[in-house]
């Protein structure tokens, strides 16, 4: 199984890049999380709209076909831990890449959530781009822990 995590957006500020890397280092061998991060397009495009299409464009040219791709949206379903760690689990035992992807500023191309096989929301609050990625990074730490049978998660 290969998982990625393919983010838009510019460098994230120190101590997001220190969390993320804790959680990483914190996960199994088996299991590795790969960060994939993509420029923004902002700086060759002028036009908001187009520039989302263009980054969407960058994220879909990085996806194989078989993959299971997630898409990061507010819009989206409120996953659980539990969903989660079941989630991971099904990925694994039929052997599935996913991609998680997580959009940039102006947010993800539409051509990304149709791609989509889930839309996972995180919060309705509207997260700082660098607080999605460690979330994302923290939450599967959990849902590998709680597949693990660690006493990390509590309820």
């Known amino acids: 199984m290969r998982l990625r995590l393919i983010v838009v957006g510019g460098r994230p500020p120190g101590w997001a890049r220190a969390a993320v890397a804790d959680y990483l280092r914190r996960l199994p061998v088996a299991l590795k999380l790969e960060m ?7 700086g060759h495009e002028r036009n908001p709209a187009r520039a989302v299409v263009a980054e969407g464009q960058r994220m879909l040219a990085r996806l194989a076909p078989r993959d299971a791709v997630i898409s990061l949206d507010g819009c989206g379903d409120a996953w659980s831990t539990g969903d989660l760690a079941r989630r991971l689990r099904a990925w694994q035992s039929a052997g599935t890449d996913v991609a998680l992807l997580v959009g940039g500023p102006d947010g993800l191309a539409s051509a990304c959530r149709e791609r989509a096989d889930a839309r996972w929301s995180l919060s309705a609050l509207t997260l700082p ?3 999605v990625q460690v979330i994302v990074v923290e939450q599967i730490y959990r849902a590998v822990s709680l597949n693990a049978g660690h006493p990390y998660h509590r309820g």
Request: no cysteine; glycine share 0%; charged share 20%.
């Open 36 to 42: 994939v991060r993509l420029p923004l397009a902002r």
């Open 129 to 131: 781009h660098a607080l």
